[in-house]
């Protein structure tokens, strides 16, 4: 079945960078978009980024744009993100999920997503 594993997460400080890490399992990874979530306490799931199958297209939400980058190694089922310039605001539990066609997608509940990894930004 479908698994999705994310890693990475941590403790940052502010201004910091962490890369995210999503393993993927059970799909055929390269014909799929992927997109990151992330969800703080209290609040709904933010779609934060999205990439095609094959990765000619992306998107960033407006709060991420220009501190980070997603990307994608189809050869080792993997999605990335690289988080820079890291706030307070960043602080959340970061989900990969799968869309259901190549091209990348928000997010709907009927997605699969993983476990998650914990982004804790603070001094």
């Known amino acids: 079945q479908v698994k999705l594993v994310e890693s990475g997460g941590g403790l940052v400080q502010p201004g910091g960078s962490l890369r995210l890490s999503c393993t993927a399992s059970?799909?055929?990874?390269?014909?799929?978009?992927m997109i990151w979530v992330r969800q703080t306490p209290g609040q709904g799931l933010q779609w934060v980024s999205g990439?095609?199958?094959?990765?000619?297209?992306?998107g960033y939400a407006h709060t991420v744009k220009d501190r980070s980058t997603i990307s994608r190694d189809n050869d080792k089922n993997t999605l990335y993100l690289q988080l820079n310039n890291l706030k307070s605001d960043d602080t959340a539990m970061y989900f990969c999920?799968?869309?259901?066609?190549?091209?990348?997608?928000?997010?709907?509940?009927?997605?699969?997503r993983g476990q998650g990894t914990q982004v804790t930004v603070a001094s």
């Open positions: 059970g799909f055929t990874f390269s014909t799929y978009g």
């Open positions: 999920a799968k869309c259901l066609t190549e091209t990348w997608c928000h997010y709907s509940a009927d997605l699969i």
């Open positions: 990439i095609s199958s094959k990765p000619t297209q992306v």
